[in-house]
């Protein structure tokens, strides 16, 4: 199998990747960054290094990375960026490449690498001294080094784009000389695949577009030539206003006059007597006798309305056009599931090439997904006829067909074609052996033990593609006066071709149907039961992989069938299957190469591979198992995954509490996970909550079905304190949604307590304090009717929370004392260290900052103990806030500096959140106005994009009054304005109050704006509200206008 793989030395290369997508190639591998900040990173140095620079600085480091934002980047930032980079370079290519720091920067040091630019520049250069028979072999290959654009997935503000340009252009410089060369050897064909990518790329590249229309005409493709150029003239004119040059114009009258060059094929020729292949059989007679030379055309029909897949093939016709014989012989391995396309590719490249080809093509279906696949040896047979081998002449042994076989065709130009292979054994003594002809093989499985062979993988269509061919199969205006339920059918078909052409087929042969009411058809009746017609079905395509399946894989199948969850781990099917997980990823990997599984790959875990079905396939997998496995085994390989996913999130809650959370010790069963599964998802807690986080809400839908309500409740209750510092505030609300009715038909007093008090956290989340304050009352009712300690203290955490956030502060101490006792009563350190940040804030935000400073201390110091980090940097956002307020700025600026690093390291944006606004409010109180606004604009930013009122109201307060520090009296009134509009709009009275106050002060400095009409002043209401809400005030005037 060669996937990107040559001779040993490359094997043991390590090359850095620009061209196309930002990675390292080692070994014949490549390895890309997932992280968008690493791969902008590496190809800035890449590039840096390419033009010889010795370094780049910071700055120019910071402005590509990070663009011109408002917020000053820290060198801290940059020097996190670097060191992730060079931990991701450790592993991915070795000691080979390093970034390093030098007098002018950070530089990339490749003492055993290389930039597989800079090979390119190489190639070309090199090519340039070569005589023109090697020259096009030799840029060819420097031309195959371009995967795409240059750093096409890096973003386009975080790339030198001139850099980048001038690559491209060179690229484009490369292809018109391969160009002009195999036009001069008259082989224009294999000019396509480098330049049609690249006219498609620079549509207004007159230079390059002439090129190619020369090798259009000069491949017999006239039409298209000429087509070519009106499209090009029209782009111009409509576009710049100006007509084509005189270069273009002079194809363009070349190919009117029919004076380009002829194309590519080989006329017939009568091969003399010493040119025949030697004989096999070394017996001295020549194959006269027995073999006439024919030219086999065996190609299917191609199929007229063939949609998408233009990577796919620009790949295979760079690696299948004929070359000069110089080459080994090229075979395109194209995998995938079943209906996804492979033969209609295959014959649509077949009939693209044939040209390329006049010795013949051969084609044979194998029958690989069969119970009887084709016997090689017959194979040979058919064909060795099929190229003039008397019948009679056929060898017996299998070992001496194959070699007639080679013989024959060692100095021919043939294609042949070898459609649902079923593995490599089969293929191999199908393989022409001459370097003149090429194979396409399609199968099911990945054939990647094949020498020689390019494995292309094909996926499901786009969207737009799969309306593409439903356009040519149904016709434009159906789908055009039905546009929603068009995409509907595209979506339900999976953009499965076969689905697809099943689906469309059905369509045009019932022109009385609209496409909506096929889709509730497919709804109502089944996706499978559907997509059947005249031969073509959806099901049967799919049961052919799955009867090639042993006994444990075929299980395996059925059981994944269950799963609602969109992807999943190894731990997972082995939890369904109830065996060990080294024994199911094997059975994992079966199905993958069965091609009824989709790898997804390391998405988030480092070593954990998730899977995934398509949907069609796993509509499949469901009934087969409900026709095969009875109800009482599927109902309990579902909860063993159930009490895997609790098992797993018990663990991670435990680790991000520091000590696991009482509401969810329920009775339901935990499944036992192997303990390798288990450290390696706590070494990686928010990667894998991020992975599993879909996972987890279809966990909690499924055990509701299935009537599990202590699996249900359990699941919900862990699963959203993950939810909650991420904020998805939408998953929060399903999983309780999903869990509580089910719980109270259980009469499970227990469970509806635990997911009320979840309920009102999520209604703190969402600023919602009436909703909040119904639900805890009603959660701390059942927790003290069953005698639930625990459950009570952290009910009334909560309700003290809700009555710090609605401005009774006093009721809010009460409450959190009661909870600490509690807390204290079942030793739970965790749960106290909160209750006394709730005591702290109130005492803070009723205007005791001395008091609360201790009180808060007290609480970092119990989450410290307790290993509760989010409990741990709130006490110290707060302690921050109090010193603040106590005028000691430069105590608090090391606090919020703390939770900065703290908040970069765990890639949280909550906690960046938090720590931007104390680090602007510092910056204000220090008199550095310009640092404060930079870090509030980032605050800003944050929270808008969380979507948090309160958070929002609190920072354009304090912008507010740095605008108006600043004289801009205007802005300031409107930031003020917009701050007392969000505090409103949540019943946060406290803040209502500040803003109010703060604004009415304002007005009295600025006076009335236009339309005002002399109101009353704002800080009349603002201080009645400090009155009510206990907060002091000293000869009329707020004392506590904190920020």
Known sequence: MRTERGSEQEREQVRITVLGRVGVERGGHRTLPTSGIARALLGALALAGLAGLSGLGDDALKSLLWGARETVISDSTLAVAVYRLRRWLTEAAGPGVEVVRTTNGYALELPGADIDAAAFRRAVADAAMLPAERRAGALERALGLWRGRALEDVSPDSVDQAAVDRLERERVEAAMEHARTVLAAGAPERALPHLSPLVRAHPLDEQLLAVGIEVLASCGRQADALEAYEEMRIRLLDQLGVDPGPELRDVHLRVLRQETAAGPAEPARDEPDGARPADPDGDGEGDGDRVRRERPSQLPPAVPDFTGRGDQIDSMLALLSAGDGNEPVSVSAVAGMGGIGKTTLAVHIAHRIRDAFPDGQLFVDLRGAERDPADPAEVLARFLRALGVNAAAVPESPGERAALYRSILADRRILVVLDNAADETQVEPLLPGGRLSRAVITSRTRLTALPGARLIELDVLTPVQALDLLVHIVGRDRLAAEPEAAAELARMCGHLPLALRVAGARLAAKAHWSIAGFVRRMREQGRLDELTQRGLSVRTTLHLSYQGLGPDARRLYRLLGLLDAPDFACWTAAALLDRPPAEVAELLETLVDAQLLDAAGQLAVPGAVRYRFHDLVRDHARELCRAEDGPDERAAALRRALGGWLALTDRVVELVTGGGDALAAGRAVRYPLDEAVVARSLAHAPDWFEAERFGLTSAVRQAARLGEDGLAWEIAVRSSILFQPAHYTDDWQQVIGDALPVVRAAGDLRGEAALLERTTELACARRDYDLALRSVREALRLFEETGNPHGTALSLRQLATVHRMTGRFGDAEADGRRARE???????????????????????????????????????????????????????????????????????????????????????????????????????????????????????????????????????????????????????????????????????????????????????????GEGDGGGADPRREALEIFRELGVPTEDGTAAHLLW
């Open 822 to 1008: 509690l807390f204290q009563g079942v030793g739970d350190v965790a749960g106290e260290s909160h209750a006394v940040l709730v005591i702290g804030c109130a005492q803070y935000e009723r205007g005791d900052a001395h008091d609360a400073l201790g009180v808060l201390t007290m609480a970092r110091d119990l989450a410290r103990r307790a290993r509760y980090t989010g409990v741990e940097l709130q006490a110290v956002y707060w302690i921050g806030q109090a010193l603040l307020a106590l005028g000691r700025p430069g105590e608090a600026r090391p606090l919020f500096e703390h939770i900065d690093e703290e908040g970069t390291a765990a890639g949280s944006r909550l906690v960046g959140m938090y720590a931007a606004h104390g680090l602007g409010c510092t910056h204000f109180a220090l008199g550095r106005t310009a640092e404060a606004e930079q870090s509030l604009r980032l605050a800003l930013r944050l929270a808008e994009e969380r979507g948090d009122p309160l958070m929002r109201a609190r920072i354009l307060y304090v912008l507010g009054d740095l605008y108006w520090d600043r004289g801009d009296l205007l802005t300031a009134r409107r930031l003020l304005e917009r701050a007392l509009k969000l505090a409103t709009s949540v019943s946060v009275p406290l803040w209502r109050a500040k803003c109010l106050f703060l604004l009415g002060a304002l007005l009295q400095v600025a006076g009335p």
